[in-house]
């Protein structure tokens, strides 16, 4: 039986459109290279990101510390170089979960209707009548700090959009002939959903992947800038920030790299999700 | 029309019952046990049973659940475990703040988006439409603590023009302003831009300016009067975020609003203010976006309030 899935040939033209794209591409080389100093971050990193050294505490950027050294003399590149590894470990992680609930939720309202459609959309409802930050503060206030309560925190909160999304494509695509045609030869639910329905989701799937990320990865800042998130001694971004606040006098030059971490990986990432979302349809474009 | 607001104010009042029971669940169940964390090993257990029973933690949680919204109904959302203050009284002195910080930074987005974004869509493809995009892009990814702080060193540090903390005169406010208000301004330039191209191609702008009528009156009465919708709706959306927002903001410039005593509140473990705080916010933001999809109509009288939904 013909499977009216989108062809190989539909993501080449795709991605041909998205390399014509100067702005995505250059945001998803500036991904590669964050990618490439998390995983290598031990051979780049000039020092051991714990090593505290008592003569260099709050030293300005020089040769022998590029960016500067922390309250504890600590490097601060090397503790950015480390930090990416926090950063995007738990945006691709909670992306993961939140996308895993979101797409089956989403499905399950879009494609069955009724009393599941109603229950997970009041859900979602409840979801967005909170103030995202107030929830995921008030999560972690029951949980406790710690990276790992932020990534439960946020996966809670993240899912909410991705199901409304897909639910609307569901509603869409399972009006389709081929859809009527796979229930008339007797195809089971769970089958069409997987073989047919998901994949037809792909590219807003992408699309919400590449753009959630970034949310995931302010979101743990936030957390991690209101003492939250990553505990000491560890390296994330947001509590540099926030130890940073501390030493701004006397050494202003420490929250200013963090910050831009943050900034470039996010941008990175929101220019990549446009050009994604232009790539994979044009007329999403209008 | 009627229907509508009707449907929409039972929404909302799901939606506050929700989060009542959600902040309820995560403040009482979930940690444990609040006057024995407050009371730390500072108390035997006897003391700690009697404080229990003044406190009514010790009742089923559904029962504790119907006298905390009974309180809340008639304003008492308890006592702050650290001052004994009432908690609504510390909201109502903490949320004035809040409400001013977040009022002004609104009003910043507005003025500096839509000028920014009129200005990008009359120069498209020039290099001040880029300008205005890239910086707005840059707006939008900086993270508001950051924005804060880069602004602490430039105008307090560097050019030692503007305080760098507090919320008392004029000038005290206008860091907190920018700051809160500079994302929402990147938002709103984007928009504009948007919606003003789309304007700009209209078949009444090329009639308008046959007819003679000066530019300025052209951009300001026919092409953004009609650009308006969609940035009202983006910015309306937004006004509810301001108040979240406003906790980062208020922490780095040390203003004593409600997101700097919920923050504090949550290191000192006052369950009472945290509870109060967060409730108080989601409630706030419910009717706030309430009261946007309710004014869409207003503003065009094209809209049928069922397609807002």
């Known amino acids: 039986m013909h499977i009216n899935r ?16 100067k702005a995505a591409m250059l945001g998803l080389v500036i991904i590669a290279v964050f990618i490439l100093l998390a995983v290598f971050a031990p051979l780049i990193a000039p020092y051991d990101p714990y090593q505290q050294t008592w003569e260099d505490i709050l030293k300005n950027p020089s040769m022998k510390h590029p960016a500067g050294t922390d309250e504890l003399g600590r490097d601060i590149l090397s503790r950015l170089i480390y930090g990416t590894r926090i950063s995007l470990s738990i945006g691709f992680m909670i992306e993961a979960l939140a996308m895993t609930i979101g797409v089956t939720l989403g499905c399950i309202a879009g494609y069955y209707g009724g009393i599941w459609d109603s229950i997970i959309m009041r859900m979602t409802d409840i ?18 700090p710690g990276l790992i309560n932020v990534f439960f925190a946020l996966a809670v909160i993240s899912w909410a959009g991705t ?4 639910r609307g494509q569901v509603l869409h695509i399972k009006k389709l002939e081929y859809i009527e045609a796979c229930r008339a030869i007797g195809e089971k639910d769970f089958d069409i959903i997987i073989r047919h329905i998901i994949p037809n989701c792909l590219p807003t799937i992408i699309v919400i992947i590449t753009l959630g990320i970034p949310d995931a990865i302010m979101s743990e800042a936030s957390l991690s800038f209101l003492g939250l998130g990553a505990q000491p001694p560890m390296a994330s971004w947001g509590s540099m920030i926030y130890n940073a606040r501390t030493y701004i006098m006397q050494a202003p030059t420490y929250s200013i790299f963090p910050g831009i971490c943050i900034m470039l990986i996010v941008l990175s990432f929101n220019i990549l999700g446009d050009g994604l979302r232009d790539a994979l349809d044009p007329r999403l474009k209008d | 029309m009627l229907s509508y607001l009707i449907k929409r104010f039972f929404q909302a009042v799901f939606a506050i019952l929700a989060i009542s029971v959600i902040t309820f669940f995560l403040m009482n169940v979930i940690p444990g ?9 500072r108390a035997d257990p006897e003391t700690i049973e009697r404080i229990r029973h003044e406190m009514g933690t010790d009742l089923p949680l ?25 908690v609504s009284q510390l909201i109502g002195q903490k949320f004035q703040t809040t409400l001013k910080l977040a009022l002004l930074a609104y009003l910043f987005a507005l003025t500096v988006g839509i000028l920014s974004g009129v200005f990008a869509a009359l120069n498209r493809g020039k290099i001040g439409d880029s300008t205005v995009m890239i910086m707005a892009m840059f707006g ?73 009528v000066y530019e300025k009156r052209v951009v300001f009465k026919h092409m953004l009067k009609n650009a308006l919708l969609p940035i009202i709706t983006i910015s309306g959306t937004q006004l509810g975020g301001l108040l979240t927002g406003a906790i980062m903001t208020e922490t780095v410039f040390g203003i004593s609003g409600l997101g700097r005593l919920t923050v504090e509140s949550i290191f000192r473990r006052d369950f009472p203010v945290i509870q109060g705080t967060v409730l108080f916010i989601a ?11 309710l004014s869409y109509a207003l503003v065009d009288p094209r809209i049928s309030l069922s397609e807002v939904d």
């Open chain 2, 33 to 41: 046990d609040p006057v024995s964390l407050m009371m730390e090993k």
């Open chain 2, 62 to 86: 559904t029962t504790q659940y119907i006298n905390m919204m009974k309180k809340a109904f008639s304003g008492d959302l308890g006592k702050s475990f650290f001052s004994g203050i009432p």
């Open chain 1, 6 to 21: 989108r062809s190989k040939s539909y993501y080449k033209e795709s991605f041909g459109r998205l390399k014509e794209n």
């Open chain 1, 163 to 166: 199901a409304r999304l897909i």
């Open chain 2, 283 to 293: 409630v706030v933001y419910v009717v706030v976006n309430l009261l946007v999809d």
């Open chain 1, 127 to 144: 979801i967005f009548a909170f103030p995202s930050l107030i929830f995921a503060i008030a999560i972690m206030f029951a949980l406790g």
């Open chain 2, 140 to 212: 939008i990814s900086a993270p508001v603590f950051w924005i804060a702080l880069i602004l602490q060193i430039v105008f307090g540090l560097v050019f030692k023009c503007l305080p760098i903390s507090g919320f008392s005169t004029p000038a005290h406010m206008i860091l907190p302003m920018v700051t809160l208000g500079l994302a929402n301004a990147s938002s709103i330039a984007r928009i504009t831009r948007t919606s003003m191209l789309e304007v700009m191609k209209q078949d009444y702008i090329r009639t308008a300016r046959a007819k003679g």
